[in-house]
């Protein structure tokens, strides 16, 4: 045979196995291959697989190399492809059974049939319009940055706080925006950021309790802007009006009348869609472009003699001097006076984040566009507060016949200029200066008309994108379904998905904040509303780092966790600093919109930073308790409850939640049987649905083992963390055991287990049963009760069925029956008990055995003791009627109960009985075994016609439950004791045994 030579081809595909097609139309039969790059559908008919890929080219493995749909939540154009599950990789192909504790992934069981939230149900008919960096983050914040505030109010603030002070202000604002411009850059490039800007920023960082307070608050704050910057626009345009004579009514209605024309105008804009408003908005960044430049000509040029009457000189070293401090005047006339009317206009750095669903690559464009809008909207802040300081006094009366010829009795910088404007600065009249007229910087420009086109272009652009960011933001807010009522709003139109519902009601927030027509006022408004934010963006940022959970990845590097706390603490300062009583209400509403969430617990998981820090402080408290040694004064039942499915024993759930919930650890256990047969699995995620559906605080526990004895021994050895692990096992009495006498075996050989561990042991019995329904794979239930079988629904759907330990018990009483010391556990429930609200009317008594001489005597020796406990129990009663021997009937029926167990042997047998006893039936009792135990069986019997006597009506029978000795008392004879203590009893009977610690005391330390 010849070999192939090495630069030959070779054609691994002819060394395939071959395939064989199924009979049905000859396509592969579930499990099999479909050709290479192929998806498979494995045996289950639901879940698509990758099968094939180019990476391994001509070996038929089902394993994928990488690939972008495996980590993806969604896919456009094409079939999803999903990586094989480790069950599918590992299984035998023969057997298309999952092991019993296997649970499918979410994104698996998407590709069983269902449906991602985050899928649509059709593909987008075209590609929407998506925006670059530069027009879709840096343009669109530089244009809401340079907003009203630039040209109407910069001047006048430079003249109040002077222009050292004013660059104080320009600074502190830029470093908040710059800090949380890094902040935002961090949590933007920390995975695949969609629509709802901020919000879903914060949201999904913080968690949805946060995240939802802050978008309503930021929704609404961008929806007041609107109205600020459109009163900017207004308050522009009534002054030219002014200026030429024509008015509509009266100034402040003039404002009001053109201020809601122009929002009408920017709202047709905003539903003609976002390619429309990005095209406007590249329009009005060329006009201020236009008007900067010109404004700097403007200041240049020298100055003609009505701009010198107006207070305008062009630059001067001495007027740059002389308002280089600050000259503070009216009600506002103070730093954070002039911070809280400037800090808006640095607002609109997240302009941009806003729209991020309408973003090319939003992890690259916000850091980027963000960064740069803060660095060039500053540096150009500074610029004109220099400059118009540098030309334009504070005072100027505007008449041009105010000239001075001598300095002697002139007030004012510009008498050393041949002007005198000494009557207007003291009568306090004064028109022009940078301290009395808001259009300096158009008087100053080259060309007033491309000033005032600045002005329109600033302020239109900044209302716009307001609109937009506020419409968006809540679009998203909506969809979450985090509150109620507020839905309608969510829906989306065309390719873009445009929230048009929402520009309508941001449309009408900003008609109501327009009414009040004064830019000053509405201006300190929204500043605390956006510190807010800021405060809780920078604090995401800090959070998720402290955490250090694996998740967070941030691709931008460039920011520090401190700097962002520092953000944080900032922001909040600041905001109590400018108005203290608006800070308090806005951190009212966000508190108040933090508890509503906190209460409706809404059902979103998104991998938030306070799930990584819950976590952190639960491992940390975990393994700080390692450090502390137990104590009896900080005893609490630690129960496993031998539950199995918790939904088939709703009533056993629910009795011991009663004394656990907010109290201790309860860990509801199910022990699943392995069988040929067996086809339900213990799936923890459906246990914990139902249990958190329940309101029951329950862990969930589910093993695999071949009986009832194995699972629990696993259970009670491994169950818990460090000092947080059970200490108490509850289990429902077994009704049938006298059916399965080997099922009864391993249920006492699980008793004895606990003993061994050391655990407390209690026993339910409930005259109804405690069984729903019972699943015939689900072995445990074979431990407990049939009770009666009802429809056998899957766990996933099984519904909340009441039981009587959901409803008050009234005044009841709870009977106790303290027969011997456990350690004082068979006390401790019962208390646990009232301090429910359920059972807090009803009257606990104390039953113990005594002698008949000494009765009085024996009440008030357990009176005193319980009386230190400080249980509040104050009915005891002594019964020495228990040593008396029972009935003949009861006696007579407590052996015909054991009849079918008896092993009969003849005198020569009886040594030979033990080993006879423990091949195959060790559940078997010898009439050793019944001389030997015969005391306790006559007071198993004795005890029960008690319990008839006095406990009938009763709430709940509390019994201190005997202990059977290994090796001597068979287990069917122990179960007979159990069964017969608690028999043909109305209340439920619960038979506790302590592991023989204290768990009360009278002591204090």
Not at 198 to 207: A, E, H, K, Q, V
Not at 316 to 330: H, M
Not at 408 to 430: H, M, P, R, S
Request: hydrophobic share 40%; aromatic share 10%; glycine share 8%.
């Amino acid at each position: 045979m010849e070999l192939a030579v090495a630069n030959e081809d070779v054609n691994l595909a002819a060394f395939r196995s071959q395939i064989p097609l199924s009979i049905n139309n000859g396509k592969p039969a579930p499990g099999e291959f479909d050709g290479p790059g192929c998806y498979r559908c494995y045996r289950d008919g639901n879940s698509v697989e990758s099968c094939g890929s180019d990476g391994i080219v001509g070996y038929e493995t089902l394993d994928a190399p990488p690939h972008y749909d495996f980590y993806a939540n969604t896919v456009w154009g094409r079939q999803r492809r999903f990586r094989p599950s480790l069950f599918q990789l590992h299984a035998d192909p023969e057997d298309s059974s999952p092991p019993p504790l296997y649970e499918e992934t979410a994104a698996r069981q998407i590709a069983g049939g269902g449906s991602s939230e985050e899928e649509e149900e059709d593909e987008p008919q075209s590609e929407p319009t998506r925006l670059g960096w530069v027009q879709g983050v840096m343009i669109r914040c530089m244009l809401n940055i340079w907003g009203v505030i630039l040209y109407l109010r910069l001047p006048w603030i430079t003249a109040q706080a002077g222009i050292g002070l004013t660059w104080v202000i320009i600074l502190l604002s830029s470093c908040i925006t710059g800090i949380t411009g890094l902040s935002t850059s961090a949590i933007a490039t920390n995975g695949k950021v969609k629509g709802g800007g901020t919000y879903f920023l914060i949201s999904r960082s913080l968690g949805p309790e946060l995240g939802g307070s802050i978008g309503l608050i930021l929704a609404f704050a961008n929806a007041v802007s609107v109205s600020m910057h459109t009163v900017g626009f207004a308050e522009t345009v009534q002054e030219l009006m002014h200026e030429n004579g024509a008015a509509i009514v009266d100034p402040i209605n003039d404002i009001r009348i053109i201020s809601v024309i122009t929002v009408t105008c920017l709202l047709a804009i905003s539903l003609a869609g976002m390619e429309w408003e990005s095209k406007a908005q590249i329009l009005f960044f060329l006009v201020i472009m236009v008007s900067f430049g010109n404004y700097i000509v403007g200041t240049i040029i020298p100055a003609s003699q009505q701009k010198q009457a107006k207070g305008f000189f062009s630059y001067r070293a001495d007027i740059f001097a002389t308002n280089f401090v600050p000259s503070w005047r009216g009600p506002e006339g103070s730093f954070f006076g002039m911070f809280s009317i400037f800090f808006p206009s640095a607002t609109g750095i997240l302009a941009g984040a806003n729209i991020s669903g309408d973003l090319k690559d939003p992890t690259v464009a916000i850091p980027r566009g963000t960064l740069m809008a803060i660095f060039w909207t500053t540096l150009s802040y500074l610029i004109i507060s220099a400059t118009i300081g540098a030309c334009v006094v504070r005072d100027a009366s505007g008449l041009v016949n105010d000239t001075s010829l001598t300095t002697d009795d002139c007030v004012g910088l510009a008498c050393q200029y041949g002007w005198d404007f000494t009557d207007c600065i003291n009568n306090n009249t004064c028109t022009y200066g940078i301290s009395n007229y808001y259009q300096t910087m158009s008087m100053v420009s080259g060309f007033a008309p491309l000033i005032t086109a600045g002005i329109f272009g600033a302020t239109l652009s900044s209302a716009l994108a307001c609109l937009v960011s506020a419409a968006k933001v809540f679009q998203c807010l909506c969809k979450d379904k985090l509150y109620p009522l507020i839905g309608f709003f969510g829906k989306g139109y065309g390719k873009n998905d445009e929230p048009l519902r929402g520009y309508i009601l941001t449309y009408i927030i900003a008609v109501c904040f327009i009414l009040i027509a004064e830019l000053n006022t509405i201006a300190p408004i929204i500043s605390n509303f956006f510190l807010c934010s800021y405060a809780l963006i920078n604090f995401s940022c800090f959070h998720a780092s402290i955490t250090n959970s694996p998740g967070w990845r941030p691709s931008f590097q460039y920011y520090s966790k401190w700097a962002s706390l520092l953000g944080a603490v900032v922001s909040v300062v600041v905001m109590f600093l400018l108005t203290w009583w608006a800070a308090l209400i806005a951190i009212g509403i966000v508190v108040f919109l933090l508890g509503y969430a906190l209460y409706k617990r809404p059902a979103v998981n998104w991998g938030s930073s306070v799930q990584a820090s819950s976590y952190n402080m639960a491992l940390s408290y975990c393994i700080g308790l390692n450090f502390v040694e137990d104590h009896i004064k900080n005893y609490r039942p630690q129960c496993l409850v031998l539950t199995g499915p918790p939904s088939s024993r709703p009533a056993l759930v629910d009795f011991v939640s009663s004394f656990t919930k907010g109290l201790s650890l309860m860990v509801c256990a199910h022990v699943l049987i392995v069988s040929s047969a067996l086809s339900e699995t213990a799936r923890s995620s459906s246990h914990v649905t139902w249990l958190n559906q329940r309101k029951v605080k329950s862990f969930y526990q589910g093993v695999v083992a071949r009986d009832l004895q194995s699972g629990a021994n696993i259970l009670l050895q491994g169950a818990g963390l460090g000092r947080i692990r059970p200490n108490v096992m509850l289990m429902g009495f077994k009704a049938d055991w006298r059916d399965t006498p080997q099922a009864a075996h391993s249920y006492i050989g699980t008793l004895h287990d606990a003993f061994d561990l050391q655990y407390g042991v209690c026993v339910l019995r409930m005259k109804e049963g405690l069984d729903v329904y019972r699943s015939p794979q689900s072995d445990i239930s074979s431990g407990f009760d049939d009770g009666q079988e009802t429809n056998r629904t899957s766990v996933g759907t099984e519904p909340q069925l009441g039981t009587v330990f959901q409803k008050k018990q009234g005044k009841k009483t709870i009977d106790v029956y303290w027969l011997s010391d456990d350690g004082g556990l068979t006390l401790l429930l019962p208390y646990l008990l009232t301090r429910r609200r359920r059972w807090a009317r009803c009257k606990v008594r104390v039953f113990v055995g005594g002698d008949a001489t000494r009765k009085e005597q024996q009440r008030e020796e357990i009176l005193a003791l319980i009386k230190k406990f400080r249980l509040g129990f104050h009915d005891v009663c002594v019964l020495p009627e228990i040593q008396l021997n029972p009935r003949p009937g009861s006696v007579e029926q407590f052996e015909n109960m054991l009849g079918p167990f008896k092993l009969e042997t003849t005198t020569k047998q009886c040594s030979d009985s033990e080993p006879q006893r423990g091949n195959k039936q060790p559940w078997r009792i010898t009439e050793q075994d019944l001389e030997r135990n015969r005391a306790k069986s006559l007071r198993q019997i004795r005890l029960n016609e008690i319990l008839q006597e006095y406990s009938r009506e009763a709430a709940l029978i509390v019994i201190t439950m005997p202990v059977g000795r290994r090796g001597i008392c068979p287990s069917t004879l122990y179960l007979a004791w159990l069964d017969f203590v608690s028999r043909d009893l109305r209340p439920p009977v619960l038979m506790i045994r302590g592991n023989q610690e204290n768990v009360l005391t009278f002591y204090c330390q």
